[in-house]
């Protein structure tokens, strides 16, 4: 009967071309990188390299890398949470929504966003955003604030750019997983008295607690590792640790620094993958991590 | 269903009308962004105007006329369809591998295999950036599909393990039983029923290699880079229609793919991340 599923069968080896690629391509390189921000120098090109810990000992001296780092962190936390705070109402309904039409209209609001390149979206919260942009300029042709408000060059911006961006990541994580809670349990609640709101609240949403974390780790991950719209969103004004790691190339070619300070973002999203495992374990028991 | 629906019990129509009105004004917040930037695009003044003055198509032109642009909308869609292909063989095949191949601690190897998605892209990059200076390879292009290859693998994985937890195993079963081997099985069963998986991974796999910045911003050789680089970089100093009219080529773009996909393969089961 189970012969297809018990024991290893011939088609496990079809996982070998991924496990070389992650291995050469991916655990390799992130090791690397480990090594490297450890050294002096490359040692293929330079003959006397040594271990040194200077790079990790610039970044504990220096407050100004912790505010980098604290900014980092603040604006992952702010745009996750205001990415929750929008998208989960839209998940909900999306999972509850009937019509195949309606659903098909909903997806493609989602969708097409997400679909449309983060540099081009930036763009358009420029345009939105900026002096001259839409929403300054509509405000000020119905008078009522005669200089254009500061909607741009700060963290507001930023967050409000980065949510925009990473909301379809949300959305698309938590309706799998909304649409996959019986919705009798939220009606036996309200016939036994519970307000929607109430049935809402102790049934639906603890029930989509796997979801709530899923997406909001995708989204936290993604916008701690956002280099576009910080830039042009904070107007070169706020640095974040992925705009650090590119200058230290670019403009210093510190390849030692940048792998020590990739090596704190590296730790930062482990520990977080790893508490959202735990987390994820507590809430959902045995529940598959699928 | 013969319940009414969700808050339409105790406080009716004020919970209803919250409900909607707080949807309406995401979905608004999700798309008023991307109307906006099709008004600029066809806003003929070379600086952001609001209200557009007039129509004009001349920052299409300039868009279509520009041997930078037209060099990097072509190298993206060159690595993008690199990647497509090298992300689907791999994700396709480990899926398979880790849905029906009685792997021990397929979870494990699952949650490695989704790893890309869940770190830092710009880390994927760097990572390998600074492995091709190590054994200085210089930027080439198959490094450039390979970074992309590596964030890409974990839609087509989702996409297809979706699946293949989702159908009828007894398929499978009936098969074995009218004689069939494991290997035949999976040729003539499993892969059929999974083409719907694998082809929305595949898709997922072509934009995001065709959106990709976090990889590309380490991997790309000057000179020769991708359309978003490029569009960043004519960004930082421009914020002229060109931009506008780029964006606008994108979004039917992704319009176009995300329509294909709802009609060939359909997007209520599929498009879960």
Redesign the interface.
Known sequence: ???????????????A???L??TL??F???G??AV?SLLTG????QPNVDFTTKYYRRILDDTYYFEVIWTTIRIGLLTTLSALL??Y??AH?MA?IRG?TA??M????????M??????????????L?D???IN??LI?LGLISKPLPLMYNEFSIVLGLT?IY???MV??L??VIGRID?RL??AA??LGA???RA?LEVTLPLSLPGILAGS??VF??A?????TP??MGGFQIMTL?ML??QQ?SSSFN?GF??AL?MV??TI??VL?IAY?RILGLVSGQR??? | MTTAPLVARLTPRLGRFCYLALNVAVVVFLLAPIAIVFVFALNPTPYIQFPPVGVSLRWFEKFFASRDFMNALWLSLEVAAMTTIAATLFGASAALALARGGLPGSRVITAIMLSPLMLPAILTGLALFQSYVLLDVGRPLWGLVLGHTLVSIPYVVRTTLAVLQNFDTRLEEAACNLGAGPLRTYFEVTLPLTKPGVMAGAVFAFIVSFDQFPVSLFLVSPGRETLPITLFNYLKFDLDGTIGAASVVSILLAVLVVFGLDRTVGLRSYAKL
């Open positions: 009967m189970n012969a297809v599923r018990t024991g290893i069968t011939p088609i496990a080896w079809l996982i071309p991924s496990a690629l992650f391509f991916f390799l390189p992130m690397l990188m490297i490359n040692p293929v090109v929008i998208g109402p839209l309904w509850r195949r659903y098909a909903l997806m493609m609001a989602v969708l097409t966003p679909l449309t390149g983060i540099v081009v979206r930036t763009f358009a919260w420029m345009a939105l900026s001259k942009g839409a300029q509509a042709g925009h909301v379809p990541y698309l994580t309706v799998g919705e939220e009606h309200q016939n307000s929607p709101l809402f780790l995708l991950a993604l701690i590792s956002a280099y576009v830039i042009l992925p790691i590119y190339i390849v940048a792998a990739g973002l590296l999203s482990l993958v495992n598959d991590l699928q």
